[in-house]
């Protein structure tokens, strides 16, 4: 009995530091863009996709929130990844209060959610087609000085001290 202590103790331990995934991508179809639903909405409408990018907007309406984001190809870590070429930009619908303090123009997001239909609207004097989203979850990604690629929260290290 004694001997199965430090083994508990142990895969309690690793457990405790293994992470939940960033969004559930069960059902998600990830080979949707932005783009090909602007091209072909009948063909995508109501497909659950995987989208991120920069906020270029945010407002709270009633019930919920409103984010227009400008599109990016996902990094494998599912973060916006802005050296690429920018997809359309699309709308996402949100059923809770997002402050948008913290969702502000320029903050990187990933969300999953259903794709609705194609919404008018406008980018300046230009009429353009929104691809609108039902969002799920939304995932806000910290600002470039509160990164921490590796996404652990454990560090390891040395130090060594001189002292006269």
């Known amino acids: 009995m004694l001997k199965r202590i430090p083994i508990a103790l142990l895969l309690l331990l690793i457990s405790a530091c293994a992470s939940k995934p960033l969004l559930d991508l069960q059902g998600i179809n990830r080979n949707v863009t932005p783009d090909d639903a602007r091209t072909d909405i009948a063909l995508h409408q109501n497909e ?37 070429r920018a997809y ?7 059923d809770k209060y997002l402050e948008t303090v913290d969702f502000a123009a320029g903050r990187l ?4 959610g259903t794709l609705i239909d194609l919404q ?5 004097d230009m009429e353009y087609q929104y691809p609108h989203v039902n969002a799920h979850e939304i995932h806000l990604w910290p600002l470039s000085g509160e990164d921490n690629p590796s996404g652990s929260q454990f560090h390891f290290g040395f130090g060594v001290s001189i002292h006269n």
């Open 48 to 84: 659950n996709v995987l989208w991120g990018g920069i906020i270029v907007a945010s407002q709270n309406l009633e019930p919920g929130s409103k984010l227009e984001i400008l599109a990016y190809p996902l990094a494998s870590n599912l973060r916006p990844n802005t050296e690429q």
């Open 120 to 124: 008018a609207g406008k980018i300046g």
């Open 88 to 94: 359309s930009r699309f709308i996402a619908d949100y």
């Open 109 to 112: 997001v990933t969300l999953t």
